[in-house]
């Protein structure tokens, strides 16, 4: 199972919020590339970035440390946060990421996604599935929706889209273990489906369930910043 750490961005800094509740921020770090280049070193291959300042703005804002990351390391880096027009695909991009992360724009216009898709390439987006009682939430989860998560994953399988993650919110943040009944479900229903999982991560033992009930990779924040996860543990 792929490990794959996150930073989110607030003001060119490295931060985590609890619950996806910006007035719960805590600072980890000013500068996100020394946090990136901790991760190379210790033999991580790929980077979860998030830029919260877009994701709240509905437009991208922190491409500069994408850039920065991008170029000055080898990891695989995902962007995502404030992606709302083809201008902000380009942008992420041009910048250096190896795939826009797309959640909120999937959910309330389904159409240019799918424009987005076949002129980009489905195998450029990670779906991002963030759910409030299995229902999908968005504009940095300080909306919930009425679509269950199975049917948003469901349509866009068939729109091309392999790689998804979800997340958790009641969990994001916490350090009190992940969804693992409502991963476990998503995987049973689309077993060809790359699954990644998100949120709430305490400590190995839960990757290691993680691992056990299929997921293809798991996103990791707060429990590595925390030092509940060494860097050492993850490779």
């Given at each position: 199972?792929?490990?794959?750490?996150?930073?989110?961005?607030?003001?060119?800094?490295?931060v985590r919020l609890t619950q996806g509740d910006y007035s719960q921020?805590?600072?980890?770090?000013?500068?996100?590339?020394?946090?990136?280049?901790?991760?190379?070193?210790?033999?991580?291959?790929?980077?979860?970035?998030?830029?919260?300042?877009?994701?709240?703005?509905?437009?991208?804002?922190?491409?500069?440390?994408?850039?920065?990351?991008?170029?000055?390391?080898?990891?695989?880096?995902?962007?995502?946060?404030?992606?709302?027009?083809?201008?902000?695909?380009?942008?992420?991009?041009?910048?250096?990421?190896?795939?826009?992360?797309?959640?909120?724009?999937?959910?309330?216009?389904?159409?240019?996604?799918?424009?987005?898709?076949?002129?980009?390439?489905?195998?450029?987006?990670?779906?991002?599935?963030?759910?409030?009682?299995?229902?999908?939430?968005?504009?940095?989860?300080?909306?919930?929706?009425?679509?269950?998560?199975?049917?948003?994953?469901?349509?866009?399988?068939?729109?091309?889209?392999?790689?998804?993650?979800?997340?958790?919110?009641?969990?994001?943040?916490?350090?009190?273990?992940?969804?693992?009944?409502?991963?476990?479900?998503?995987?049973?229903?689309?077993?060809?489906?790359?699954?990644?999982?998100?949120?709430?991560?305490?400590?190995?033992?839960?990757?290691?369930?993680?691992?056990?009930?299929?997921?293809?990779?798991?996103?990791?924040?707060?429990?590595?910043?925390?030092?509940?996860?060494?860097?050492?543990?993850?490779?």
């Amino acid at each position: 199972m792929e490990i794959i750490p996150a930073i989110d961005i607030i003001e060119g800094k490295c931060v985590r919020l609890t619950q996806g509740d910006y007035s719960q921020m805590k600072i980890y770090n000013e500068h996100p590339l020394e946090v990136a280049r901790q991760f190379e070193n210790a033999g991580i291959r790929r980077l979860h970035l998030v830029d919260l300042d877009g994701a709240k703005a509905g437009e991208v804002r922190n491409w500069k440390a994408l850039e920065t990351i991008a170029g000055k390391t080898s990891l695989i880096v995902d962007f995502g946060g404030g992606i709302k027009t083809a201008a902000d695909v380009d942008i992420v991009f041009n910048s250096g990421a190896a795939l826009a992360t797309v959640g909120s724009i999937a959910v309330k216009d389904g159409p240019l996604f799918v424009a987005w898709l076949r002129e980009y390439g489905a195998e450029r987006f990670l779906l991002g599935a963030d759910v409030k009682n299995e229902k999908i939430a968005v504009s940095g989860w300080m909306e919930t929706t009425d679509r269950w998560v199975y049917d948003f994953i469901s349509e866009y399988i068939d729109k091309g889209v392999r790689q998804i993650f979800c997340t958790d919110v009641s969990k994001d943040g916490l350090l009190q273990g992940p969804a693992l009944e409502l991963y476990k479900n998503i995987v049973g229903k689309f077993p060809e489906l790359h699954f990644i999982a998100s949120g709430g991560v305490s400590g190995m033992d839960d990757v290691r369930r993680l691992e056990e009930i299929g997921c293809k990779g798991v996103i990791i924040g707060k429990a590595i910043y925390e030092g509940r996860i060494t860097l050492k543990e993850l490779c």
